[in-house]
C-alpha cells in the first residue's frame, strides 16, 4: 500500500513500527471531537486526490450535526452513565466523542472529570452519580441482563424511569460519519428523559430502528487505552 491509516490507541507501536520498517507510510489519527471527523475527510481527500469529494462529504456531516444540535438544543439537561464494558465496568471520560454527543442531545456525562480516556468504576460509583440515563453498549455479551441489572436498583433515576438502553458501539464509538447514525437514536433515549418520559419496554435501540432513523465517584480506578 501506498498509505495505511491507523488509529492512535487502538494499534501497538510494535505493529506501526513494523510497517514503517518495511518502508509504508503510516498516518496515525485520533479524532476526538466531531470537527476532527470533517478535518480528516479533508485530509484524506487532499491524500487521495479526491478533494471534491472529500468536500461535499465534509459539508454533508457538518449540515447532519447542526440539524441535530438545533433540534435537541432547547430542553434541561440530564445526566448520563455510559458502560462500554461489564467486567471490568467501564466508562468514557469527556476527552471521547461521545461525551460531545452526549452533550449535542441534551445530556452531561456523569464521568466527563476522569483523567482517563476509558476509566474503570465500580458500581457505587456509578449509584453515587445518581446517572438519569444509563446506555450500555450493544455489543457486550448478555446485554440485555446488564440492562435489567441496572434497572433493578431502585435507587438509580435511570432504572426508576426505565431510562436505560443499549446503543450500538460500532456507530458510536468510532469516530466516523456514522456516528450520527448512532447519535440520533442515542438523542432520542436521551430526550424521553428530558421529557419525564419512562419507557421500561423500548429498552434495546436495534439496527433495523437505526435504519428506520437514518443514515467524584468513589473507589475509582483508571484503565488507559489512549
Known sequence: PQLVIGWNSGNTSAGVGQL?????????????RLRDI???????????GTGTTAQRAAETFRRAVDKLRR???SGRTVSVFVQIEAQPL?????????SELIGLCGGRN???????????????????AAPQVILVSASL??????IENWKSLAGLPAARSGNVYAVPADQLFR??????????????AIGRARRGGVTP???VLRRDRLRDLGDAPSRTTSRTID
Open 141 to 146: 455479551p448478555d446485554v440485555e441482563q446488564v
Open 175 to 188: 469516530a466516523t460519519t456514522r456516528v450520527l447514525s448512532g447519535a440520533q437514536a442515542m438523542c432520542e
Open 201 to 203: 419496554a423500548a429498552t
Open 90 to 98: 467501564m466508562t468514557l471520560n469527556g476527552r471521547h466523542l461521545v
Open 110 to 128: 456523569v464521568f466527563a472529570d476522569l483523567p482517563t480516556l476509558a476509566p474503570s468504576v465500580d458500581r457505587e460509583a456509578v449509584i453515587g
Open 71 to 73: 433540534r435537541y438544543a
Open 38 to 48: 470533517t478535518d480528516l475527510l479533508l485530509a484524506f481527500g487532499r491524500l487521495t
Open 20 to 32: 514503517e520498517r518495511l518502508g509504508v507510510p503510516v498516518l496515525l489519527t485520533e479524532p476526538r
